[in-house]
């Protein structure tokens, strides 16, 4: 396979303005560029497929440039249902500032492998009337109204503020190709318009000879129809001091069997010879769970370096099957940041704190479970009925972990 024939393979491929004329373009060096709008501080795993999609240009040999949208930002892509909300200025430049740091993670920008750049840097110096008179005239009404994006709120009602959305976008791609010689740009499905608008007014300002292609992946779903990207309704960050790195392992671990392989393909960077074999592997010993294993450790290890993924490893296997008392404080808060938490008093009787904390509906069910060992308390097996939970006991005398049967935990803080 070519490179854009392994694309198509992964299932990176849907709209091209010019499939079979990109295709030859590539057989040379291009430079391709894809935007990230600054709406939060961090990037989480729903941009993951774009980000390793400009990984593979470069890895291709391509130039990739990984544009943040102070300009654009400022406005805000039209969403299919409601108006977003305006950042102020001084959100978006710290939020540009932290894009920055993370894509150059994911990106090598030295020696001019990669470009980063900020459209603020050109946006902010345009006029209205410039964008009026030299960019707006170039757009046609009607036109725009057609597009998905600007159709879909119609009904609802959309400002003239996101409606002008996809003109600043379409500056961005000339400005790119004038001074960078940019002539692709990649996106999400939800990106096609933009991508057309760009290409139609780089053509009627730079001539028919201005040759530049568009291309779009299909965004990442769950075959369930939920949410890809969030895990208990939170985002998986790519940020670690928002998503620490043994939830972001979990996170990939825990995918079904039906979107695991659809995963490998758009952001794996393995060959398609060995995801080919972990299908095979699944297909044969899908309790074995090597492909979600798999992926999960390469993500994790490309996120949050190699300890911590080791630091994931050993919180997963301790949780699962090991002593907790082999894990530090830190690695305990990550582990269990999602279970139950309770607050309790310094020496308080752990069959009261099992019924006040709704670990167990009743005395008698505290009784019982504590005679037949079924509660562990810091990792320890408690058949103690008088037993109390003492505060310098607990981990950095913060919190004791109670373990209910063999896999239900609970945190109760002093």
């Not at 303005?17 to 501080?41: I, Q, R, S």
């Not at 000339?174 to 990649?186: D, F, P, R, S």
């Not at 979600?292 to 370096?305: D, F, I, N, R």
């Not at 099992?354 to 670990?359: D, G, Q, R, S, T």
């Amino acid at each position: 396979m070519n490179f854009l024939e392994e694309l198509k393979w992964r299932g990176l491929v849907k709209d091209c303005t010019d499939l079979p004329g990109l295709e030859e373009k590539l057989k040379e060096p291009v430079t391709a560029y894809c935007g990230f709008d600054p709406t939060a501080d961090s990037l989480h795993v729903g941009h993951l497929q774009q980000i390793m999609l400009l990984r593979r240009y470069q890895n291709a040999g391509h130039r990739p440039i990984a544009l943040c949208g102070g300009g654009t930002g400022m406005i805000g892509d039209p969403r299919p249902t409601t108006e977003r909300k305006l950042l102020t200025v001084e959100e978006l430049n710290y939020n540009v500032e932290c894009l920055k740091k993370q894509l150059a993670h994911f990106i090598d920008f030295e020696s001019g492998k990669a470009i980063l750049v900020n459209n603020y840097d050109w946006l902010g110096k345009l006029s209205l009337l410039e964008v009026l008179r030299d960019y707006g005239k170039h757009f046609n009404v009607s036109y725009m109204l057609a597009k998905d994006t600007i159709a879909s709120r119609l009904q609802t009602g959309i400002s003239f503020t996101e409606f002008t959305y996809t003109i600043l976008q379409a500056i961005d791609w000339l400005k790119l190709y004038t001074e960078h010689n940019c002539e692709l740009q990649i996106g999400g499905s939800d990106q096609w318009g933009n991508l057309v608008s760009g290409t139609d007014l780089i053509r009627k300002i730079c001539g028919d000879k201005a040759k530049v292609f568009g291309i779009t992946s299909p965004l990442i779903t769950k075959s369930d129809g939920s949410k890809f990207g969030k895990s208990e309704g939170k985002n998986i960050w790519l940020d670690p001091t928002k998503t620490n790195a043994f939830e972001f392992y979990q996170f990939w671990v825990n995918t079904a069997d039906t979107d695991i392989i659809d995963y490998l393909k758009r952001l794996s960077l393995k060959t398609p010879e060995e995801i080919m074999a972990l299908e095979k592997s699944m297909q044969e010993a899908a309790h074995l769970r090597e492909a979600q294993k798999s992926l999960a450790a390469e993500l994790t290890e490309l996120v949050h370096g190699a300890d911590g993924l080791a630091s994931a490893l050993k919180i997963t296997d301790t949780l699962f099957k090991g002593d907790i008392r082999d894990l530090t404080a830190d690695e305990l808060k990550q582990g269990l940041a999602d279970v139950p938490k309770f607050k309790v008093q310094d020496g308080m009787l752990l069959i009261d704190a099992l019924v006040e904390c709704k670990i167990c509906q009743s005395k008698r069910e505290a009784r019982e479970l504590i005679q037949a060992g079924s509660i562990q308390v810091n990792g320890e097996k408690n058949t103690d009925l008088e037993a109390v939970l003492v505060k310098k006991d607990a981990f950095n005398e913060e919190f004791t972990i109670i373990k209910k049967g063999k896999k239900n935990y609970f945190t109760c803080e002093f």
